[in-house]
């Protein structure tokens, strides 16, 4: 009895460590280092080869969650407004497919085609990317703007405040802060949370 | 007199079901706010979850099982954040499970405006769990899927 009893503490004490919250990814305001991730054209892709972008929304996402599937037209929505204005949508996959059968490359392809993505869905392999960035959750976005010749971090959250209902959204805070750039201006609002999806991560 | 006896049996059976159902309370923030504050003798234990979420479906037996094994110690409260048009799915899925901890539908889909104020620490990722001893308010917040002896180590360490 008493053992068990320790050994609870023990696992007890593992968890408070284990349990913390990875907070280490990026901040707003932050530079962004470059990736190189296999997108669902068969291609590798960096962010340097959109040479012609002024910044990126980067999606963290998936085939799988309700709440990337509730979002699926407003994120295509977002990089047809915001494409051809120098902010493309880069979708990045970094669900461990074991964990996630739904999430294999093969069925990344599959999804996109089906829903004719006009954007990049790349696929995290090593998850070293969504680690880098700190994302936790599916959809998870981080606005990036070219200041100089770096990207930096200008944004960090959810698309808007309403994942059931697109009609329903009153802030629309991607929209916002890419709006903002585009004006020169620094977002009014820089990090949001949603509820979502966690990261399928790979079993330590 | 067979038909009689058939709608008698049947309407006992509704009323039985009726009383048996351990149905979802749909809530708003306040509600949430006021059990995550309320003092008391015992361990709070608040789990979100959703039935979309795999995770959160695999962990769910650990806090009923646990809710039994600490009877007299904790209270186990497992809130719902599938959205509230699904109330049906949640409350036929508590049923299937058997299910007898309080069951919470919380309806507030402005996510933003509520999650810091449950941890400052929640990305807003589910499964996630808050642990409150009602008497000295110490607490402890977990955001990821707990295993059965994680759970256990959880709740011990505030019972000891």
């Not at chain 1, 932050?30 to 997108?39: Q, T």
Request: hydrophobic share 40%; net charge negative; charged share 25%.
């Amino acid at each position: 009895m008493r053992k068990s009893s320790m050994l609870i503490a023990m696992v007890g004490l593992i968890l408070s460590f284990a349990g913390s919250p990875v907070n280490n990814g990026y901040k707003v305001g932050d530079k962004v280092e470059d990736f190189k991730l296999k997108g669902v054209d068969g291609k590798m892709m960096s962010l340097a080869d959109h040479q012609e972008a002024q910044g990126f929304i980067v999606v963290f996402d998936c085939n799988t969650c309700p709440y990337s599937k509730a979002y699926l037209k407003r994120i295509k929505a977002l990089n047809e407004k915001y494409a051809d204005q120098g902010y493309p949508v880069v979708a990045i996959n970094s669900n461990d497919p074991k964990r996630s059968p739904g999430d294999t490359f093969e069925e990344m392809v599959s999804y996109a085609n089906e829903n004719d993505y006009e954007h990049p869905y790349l696929y995290d392999a090593d998850q070293t990317v969504a680690k880098r960035f700190g994302a936790t959750n599916t959809p998870h976005v981080y606005v990036l703007n070219k200041d100089g010749g770096n990207l930096v971090v200008k944004y960090i959250g959810a698309i808007d405040n309403n994942s059931r209902d697109a009609s329903a959204v009153d802030k629309r805070y991607v929209e916002d802060a890419v709006d903002a750039l585009i004006s020169g201006d620094k977002p009014a609002v820089t990090k949001t949370k949603a509820i979502g999806c966690t990261i399928k991560w790979k079993a330590a | 007199m067979k038909i009689i006896i058939f709608y008698v049996t049947m309407s006992l059976l509704v009323v039985f079901n009726s009383k048996a159902q351990n149905d979802a309370d749909i809530i708003k923030f306040d509600r949430l706010d006021q059990l995550i504050k309320e003092s008391g003798e015992r361990i709070k234990v608040i789990n979100f979850w959703a039935t979309w979420c795999g995770p959160c479906i695999k962990e769910l037996p650990y806090f009923e099982a646990a809710r039994k094994n600490y009877a007299d110690k904790i209270s186990v409260h497992l809130v719902s954040l599938d959205f509230a048009d699904q109330i049906a799915k949640v409350n036929k899925f508590v049923e299937r499970k058997g299910m007898k901890s309080s069951i919470y539908l919380l309806d507030e889909i402005d996510y933003n405006s509520w999650i810091d104020k449950v941890d400052k620490n929640w990305s807003g990722a589910i499964p996630a769990t808050l642990v409150i001893n009602e008497k000295t308010g110490e607490r402890k917040f977990v955001e990821s899927e707990l295993t059965d002896d994680e759970l256990k180590g959880l709740i011990e360490n505030f019972i000891d």
